[in-house]
């Protein structure tokens, strides 16, 4: 391949390279305005094959660890998607109606349709190119007249399955049965609420993402899905079932619906991340279980990773993605392993609801096997403290 050609076999313009980006999501629009951002002669397009107002689900949320990283590619347009998100510091477990708060445990959140309406307005006044309601119909002419085409097309991509054979995906699909809603119904932190009927044992995952509307995810294991009849309800009976269930959480508010069918999660996880002039980022590369809150974020950071790369490459397209896939590829394999180590807890969390309170939050927060007593020291010391306190006197009522 000589200097002045491309992977997909044509020759860049004097280095202004043609990025065709498709799929409009978090991880599609970030990384068109960073890199169009850094590159302003390159031409950069996002094609979304949905209207500009569709999405799925509610609100995201992102740890503030997580937050600063996706933060630093570019602070000052970060901050602007800032100013429209909810912050928090604590994380709640309720468990036997007890409300246990974990310190140390600082959270953001913006609805979905507000995060992409933000980052439209970023795009555009960065000159990237956005298409809505445009489905790419031929993968193998976009990349015959791209000069590097980014896969950002989410978990169901049809980039990585018109190469499934180059990128090697891996699917499983967990046990547990989970849907997603909405409530007017606002929560002051990122809470995890267990509740146990006749039927077996529930999780609602749930905090506010504007000052007026929470996220709120319900989830059971199989069986107990199977019992409360939950595969037979529509949706109208389900969510009657969830409010219910949640009634002393809801405060009177019903859950409201967005294509809110009961799923399993796939954890999708591809071999190769690249072919050719073709790379994947976010969640058509691998997905990340929504009990971490790190699925926006990692596609957020895959995005600053390849535009950096990119940039770094001054056009040089293969090293470009060489440098993406060195630099990223540890530091997702890290996260992943964590990540199976807390969908694993949730698949048995109902093994647990023996537990007290707080004995409960602490085999939570050790879930993924990589949080010491001595870390969890140093990130929660009211909640050790008080785990402490609840430990003996356990022992001294003996």
Known sequence: MGQDECPGGRERRGGRLKIEVVGGGPAGLWFAFLLKRRRSGWTVRVREQNPATATYGFGVVLS??????????????????????????????????????????????????????????????AGVSLR???PVTSLAELRSNADLVVGADGINSRVRAALEAQFRPRTELLANRYA???????????????????????????????????????????????????????????????????????????????????????VLACERWRHENVVLIGDALRSVHFSIGSGTRLAMEDAGALAAALDESGGRVEEGLERFVAARRPVVEKLLAGAAGSWSWYERFAERMHLAPQEFAYDYMTRSGRVSDERLRAIAPRFMRRLSASRQAGSSGR
């Open 180 to 266: 997603w809603y909405g409530t007017r119904q606002v929560f002051e932190t990122l809470t995890l609420t267990f509740r146990s009927n006749p039927d077996g044992a529930f999780v609602a995952h749930h905090y506010r993402y504007d000052p007026a509307m929470s996220t709120f995810i319900v989830e059971c294991d199989a069986e107990t899905w199977a019992r409360g009849g939950l595969d037979n309800l529509d949706d109208a009976a389900a969510r009657r079932y969830c409010e219910t269930l949640f009634a002393p959480d809801l405060g009177g508010h019903p859950l409201v619906s967005n294509r809110s069918e009961w799923r399993r999660f796939p």
């Open 132 to 134: 809505f309601d445009d």
């Open 64 to 125: 503030d660890a997580g937050r600063e990283r996706v933060r630093s590619a570019a602070p000052a347009a970060f901050d602007r998607l800032a100013a429209r998100m909810e912050r928090w510091a604590d994380l709640t477990i309720v468990h036997r109606d007890e409300a246990v708060p974990i310190d140390g445990n600082g959270f953001s959140s913006i609805g979905r349709l507000e995060l992409l309406r933000g980052l439209h307005d970023l795009c555009r006044d």
